[in-house]
Each structure stands twice: as structure tokens, then as C-alpha cells.
């Protein structure tokens, strides 16, 4: 009774309600996708996860902060508690061998490019042991020396490298990056294609190492290992490009576990990053870049 009179009290506003709902299920039943349509979406999808099959899921790494912490009671100092200090040998230059040697050497530099294009011309292994030991002249947390540096000059080698990064960054390129990030590479022309690491005479893969062993088995922790790779990566790109070579950092997402098990690397090493090092080719071209001006990235206080 009382429902009766409320509607008849209110009934412009009951019809009201009543189209309006219908009228929303209609939208919702004309714009649901079909049954057929659903199982075509399906279908596709399922097709695309046999194309990637084994990259769905990531692959993991046998060591995490977990086994970190547990093998803690195996950590020993690395150095010795009485390690003698001795003098430090320094020659002074005068202030104005000092602004020339630093203006020239930011000339050097500043004609560094990144390189993807590379001539098959072959390099001296002697110029790749001397800049690799010259990233090995990096400063490094508690002195642990962090890094691993595979030099690869096999063909075939360079050749499987090639299969797995170029497999990864297909997938990479069309599923795991973002839109935008896909967006923000198009004006460098990267692509998932990598002909240079075929090209190029030596490909250099730089690994972190977690941690690794004392002459008695204990384990040697390696703080800030990360920093410390990233730093020598610096010093390697500078020793290339003194050297008169080129090289393109790069960084192969989610290849590091296939290509450390294929460059037999032990599980406490990580693949930070790769550089195809060599001449770049005659006809090389590079993205037409500027770099920001002193002012843009230098504060004094
Ligand atoms: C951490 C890092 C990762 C990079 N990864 C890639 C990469 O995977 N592929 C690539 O072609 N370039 C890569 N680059 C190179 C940059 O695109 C390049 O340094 C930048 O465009 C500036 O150009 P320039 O090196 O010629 O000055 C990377 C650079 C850095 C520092």
C-alpha cells in the first residue's frame, strides 16, 4: 500500500528511473563483446603466449637477498686487519698544464658517440687488455673489485650472444617495455635488430659479482657492487675512446641469466651491461644530439 502511493506521488520520476536503467542495459548488451568475439580474443592470445613460450614468466635468478642473508656466517674480511699504508707518489702539475690538460681532455671526450654500425676491421687484443685493465683501475666499495669483464672475439660466440638478445628484445620491444618507452627509442632507431653484435670484432659483457671467495673458502662481500660496475663501466667507455675505438653502451633486458649460463659465469655474477667494441663503419651515421651546457648541469655554491 504504501509503495503504491509512493509511486503514484512520485511517478514522473519513477518512469524516469525505469528508462534510464533500461536504457543502460541496452548500452551494456550492445557494447559487451560477443561470445565469438571473446573466444577470438582468446584464441590470439593464447597464440601469442606459444610464440613467447618460456619468456612469460622471467626467469629467476638461483641467488636472492634471502640466500644473501643466510650464508651472512660465511662472510670474512677481505683485507687484512695490519694492511701497511704507504706513501702516496703524486706529481704536481702547475694550474696552467692543468687547464690545458683538462680542456683537451674534455675535447676528447666530447667527440664520443654512441656507436651502432660497426666496420668488421679487426682491433689489436693487446688495445682491449689495456682498457680493461684500465676499468680495473676503478675505485671499488671496500676495495672488493666487483666486476667481471667477458671478452667475446669467437664468431660463433658473438653469433649465439646475438640469437638470445635479439630473441629477448623482440619480446622486449613488443611486450615487456612501455608504449612510451618504445616511443622515447623511435627517434635513435633501436630496434629489437642487433646486426652489431655480429659486427663489431669484440663484444665486452660486464657482470657484477655479488660476492665472491677468500683463499680459504669464506665469502668475500662486495658492498655497493652495483656503483662500483657502474663506475668502471666509465672508465671502460673512456679507455675505448682513447683508444680510437667505439663502442655503444648497452643494456639487453632480461637476457643476463641465458647468457651468463652460455659464458659458463657462476651465479653470484649479474650481466649489468654490453659493449660491441670496434671501428665504426664508413658509412655510420649517429642521431644528431646535443649535450646540455655547463650551466644546465653544474651547480656552485
Ligand atoms: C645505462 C645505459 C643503457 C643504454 N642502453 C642502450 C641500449 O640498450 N641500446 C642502445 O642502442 N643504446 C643504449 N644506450 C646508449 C644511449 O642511447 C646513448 O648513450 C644516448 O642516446 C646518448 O648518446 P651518446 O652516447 O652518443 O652521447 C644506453 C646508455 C646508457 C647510459
Same mark, same amino acid.
Given at each position: 500500500?504504501?509503495?503504491?502511493?509512493?509511486?503514484?506521488?512520485?511517478?514522473?520520476?519513477?518512469?524516469?528511473?525505469?528508462?534510464?536503467?533500461?536504457?543502460?542495459?541496452?548500452?551494456?548488451?550492445?557494447?559487451?563483446?560477443?561470445?565469438?568475439?571473446?573466444?577470438?580474443?582468446?584464441?590470439?592470445?593464447?597464440?601469442?603466449?606459444?610464440?613467447?613460450?618460456?619468456?612469460?614468466?622471467?626467469?629467476?635468478?638461483?641467488?636472492?637477498?634471502?640466500?644473501?642473508?643466510?650464508?651472512?656466517?660465511?662472510?670474512?674480511?677481505?683485507?687484512?686487519?695490519?694492511?701497511?699504508?704507504?706513501?702516496?707518489?703524486?706529481?704536481?702539475?702547475?694550474?696552467? #698544464?692543468?687547464?690545458?690538460?683538462?680542456?683537451?681532455?674534455?675535447?676528447?671526450?666530447?667527440?664520443?658517440?654512441?656507436?651502432?654500425?660497426?666496420?668488421?676491421?679487426?682491433?689489436?687484443?693487446?688495445?682491449?687488455?689495456?682498457?680493461?685493465? &684500465?676499468?680495473?683501475?676503478?675505485?671499488?666499495?671496500?676495495?672488493?673489485?666487483?666486476?667481471?669483464?667477458?671478452?667475446?672475439?669467437?664468431?660463433?660466440?658473438?653469433?649465439?650472444?646475438?640469437?638470445?638478445? #635479439?630473441?629477448?628484445?623482440?619480446?622486449?620491444?613488443?611486450?615487456?617495455?612501455?608504449?612510451?618507452?618504445?616511443?622515447?627509442?623511435?627517434?635513435?632507431?633501436?630496434?629489437?635488430?642487433?646486426?652489431?653484435?655480429?659486427?663489431?670484432?669484440?663484444?665486452?659483457?660486464?657482470?657484477?659479482?655479488?660476492?665472491?671467495?677468500?683463499?680459504?673458502? &669464506?665469502?668475500?662481500?662486495?658492498?655497493?657492487?652495483?656503483?662500483?660496475?657502474?663506475?668502471?663501466?666509465?672508465?671502460?667507455?673512456?679507455?675505448?675512446?682513447?683508444?680510437?675505438?667505439?663502442?655503444?653502451?648497452?643494456?639487453?633486458?632480461?637476457?643476463?641469466?641465458?647468457?651468463?649460463?652460455?659464458?659458463?659465469?657462476?651465479?653470484?655474477?649479474?650481466?649489468?651491461?654490453?659493449?660491441?667494441?670496434?671501428?665504426?663503419?664508413?658509412?655510420?651515421?649517429?642521431?644528431?644530439?646535443?649535450?646540455?651546457?655547463?650551466?644546465?648541469?653544474?651547480? #656552485?655554491?
Amino acid at each position: 500500500m504504501f509503495i503504491l502511493l509512493m509511486i503514484q506521488k512520485y511517478f514522473p520520476q519513477f518512469l524516469l528511473t525505469i528508462a534510464c536503467c533500461t536504457g543502460l542495459v541496452f548500452l551494456f548488451r550492445k557494447f559487451r563483446p560477443s561470445d565469438e568475439q571473446k573466444q577470438r580474443k582468446n584464441a590470439q592470445f593464447k597464440e601469442k603466449l606459444k610464440m613467447n613460450k618460456g619468456r612469460e614468466e622471467n626467469l629467476t635468478d638461483e641467488i636472492d637477498d634471502k640466500d644473501m642473508q643466510d650464508m651472512e656466517e660465511d662472510f670474512a674480511p677481505s683485507l687484512p686487519e695490519n694492511l701497511a699504508h704507504i706513501p702516496f707518489k703524486f706529481t704536481k702539475n702547475s694550474h696552467s #698544464e692543468m687547464i690545458k690538460r683538462s680542456g683537451e681532455f674534455y675535447e676528447l671526450m666530447n667527440k664520443r658517440r654512441s656507436v651502432r654500425f660497426f666496420s668488421k676491421d679487426p682491433v689489436p687484443e693487446e688495445v682491449i687488455r689495456n682498457i680493461i685493465k &684500465t676499468a680495473g683501475t676503478s675505485p671499488s666499495g671496500a676495495h672488493t673489485e666487483p666486476w667481471t669483464f667477458v671478452v667475446i672475439k669467437d664468431p660463433q660466440m658473438k653469433q649465439q650472444v646475438r640469437e638470445v638478445i #635479439e630473441e629477448e628484445e623482440y619480446f622486449n620491444y613488443n611486450k615487456r617495455m612501455s608504449k612510451q618507452w618504445v616511443a622515447d627509442l623511435k627517434p635513435l632507431k633501436t630496434t629489437w635488430e642487433k646486426k652489431y653484435l655480429t659486427e663489431a670484432p669484440y663484444l665486452i659483457l660486464v657482470f657484477k659479482q655479488l660476492y665472491s671467495f677468500n683463499e680459504d673458502g &669464506t665469502r668475500k662481500m662486495h658492498y655497493y657492487n652495483e656503483i662500483s660496475v657502474a663506475i668502471a663501466t666509465g672508465m671502460l667507455i673512456t679507455a675505448i675512446h682513447n683508444a680510437g675505438l667505439s663502442t655503444v653502451t648497452t643494456s639487453p633486458l632480461q637476457c643476463g641469466i641465458r647468457l651468463r649460463s652460455i659464458l659458463e659465469r657462476p651465479p653470484q655474477e649479474r650481466l649489468v651491461l654490453l659493449f660491441p667494441v670496434g671501428f665504426p663503419a664508413d658509412d655510420c651515421t649517429v642521431p644528431d644530439l646535443e649535450r646540455k651546457p655547463l650551466k644546465d648541469i653544474c651547480v #656552485e655554491i
